[in-house]
């Protein structure tokens, strides 16, 4: 069976951890560990992406949506619209992906997963609604990656 | 007598800050270049009034997600000259360590993400990718590593947290830091590759009579100490700075000036400074390098200011290295403590230390109590924004003459712009460029 990479971009602060969630339950579902990234910085994902893998990406994301609330996008299909980080040395997801596209580092297409956040402040609990939002994405995946 | 016509460019990209340049054509000359700074003032200064001492690294830090440790040995070494602290030699090391991941992770990704495309027309780092992947992959992961040491020793990499007055919350342990020495031996030779691909760009030619000024120190390539030189043949001690140096507020922008105090010239800081002043402090493999690719003894061209931070790429990678090796074989003491003591009196101290940028000043004074009563802060930036001006000037005029299209002067003045890596406001978002011409 292949195991898709699945990358889980966050840090230790309030929902921002929405992907590392998403990754702790997949861990306790049985996926393999190794299967499974956990990133503080987008541009760590040139370390573990390869163009001839799978790879969703779980994060967390600050929209118009309720708390909690899913979204599946097909990248590079789907429009990312990220806000333009606060300096020119960071990189976005979105610049990130691109990059990788043009080294030719990433699959055709890269699914990701994101959950609408609450709080963000500096290492509090995420929010309940986030909490239930990243179990859900990652019963979603474990489903669908049993089913196919 | 005609009016001045404006032209404007809206966007400059791939430079810190927000702010935007303002040419002023009369006549077919440029007649005036401002380079407008509009985010408003930050106030750090203010801020830390009245609060602990203890807290200023960690809030002078915030002023730049890119460059915090230069913050951090800034405002350290400053609060140490008041409080009449002396650092342990190990503390003292591992403070370059520091500086140097801070060097690495910036000028990594200056070189091969914002300022390398201007030498091929590309609009971004991600075009030149396309073209240059494995030059651009080797930045990446240079950068990395960079990030990497910041981690492991400051605990993050963006705003480290075990920086205190004094010395570190913790040190890091002897296996941590061996994890890191294959990262710095391969970063060493890609580092000499990078410095190797850079020098070998064409480049714009143009040279100016600037004054460098940078720290110097007899032992070391300047970074948390030494005296304040320039290529004019100043040699003060970081105390007297004021002295011989002097910010002025400007109108079209809302950070002030710096200019040498007496001539009201500007001066020029950063990596070409820092190499054309301190070159035979440069590490062993630095040193050879700067021969081998011909880079100039004095070098006058901004746009050559890539190789000069290649350069300092190298020498921060092995003077990493050799610190790590030191470290993982020797390592502190078990009683070697990770910061030393103070108590708290009324004083006041400065200290300069350098920036991947150039030169950082900060100077505080404290009550008994060990609460800030001032505090300043002299950014590089700041003080380069008047020899940034200059230079647009100058170098336009060439390039009217030329009979260079509007367009291309202005892709030329963001390049020139970018030559110095600014951090406007220590931020960064867009330059917009203005012109204003005779209709």
New interface residues.
Partial sequence: MTWPLIVGLGSHHGDDQAGWLVLDRLRERGYPATRLARLQHPADLLDVIDAESSVMICDACVGGDSPGTIRSLCWPTDKMVYQRPAGSHDLSLAEVMELGQRLGSLPERVQIWTVQTVSWSAGSKPSLEVQSAAARVAETIWKDHQRA | MSSPDIIEVPIL????GEGGVTIRLRDGVIENVELNIYEPPRLFEALLRGRPLEDTPDITARIC??CPVAYQMSSVHALEAALGVQISPTIRRLRRLLYCGEWI??HA??IHL?HAPDFFGAAS???L??RF?NE??RG?QL??FG?RLLEVLGGR?IHPISVRVGGFHRLPSRDEMASLIPHFEWGVQAAVETTRWVAAFSFPDFEQPYEFVSLSHPDEYPMNEGDIVSSHGLHIPVTEYDRHFVEEHVAHSTALHAVRRDQRTPYFLGPLARVNLNRDRLSPTAKRLADEVNFPLHCRNPFQSIIARSLELVHAYEEALAILRDYASVGPLSSEPAYMPYQPKDGSGCAATEAPRGLLFHEYRIDAAGKIVSGRIIPPTSQNQKQIERDVTDYLTGRLLAGATRDDMALDCERLVRTYDPCISC???FLKVRWEEPT
């Fill in positions: 990209t791939r430079v810190e997600g890119i992770e910036s990704l200056h914002l780092g991600i075009e990718a396309q992947p651009i992959k990446l950068k990395k990030n990499a931020s960064t978002h």
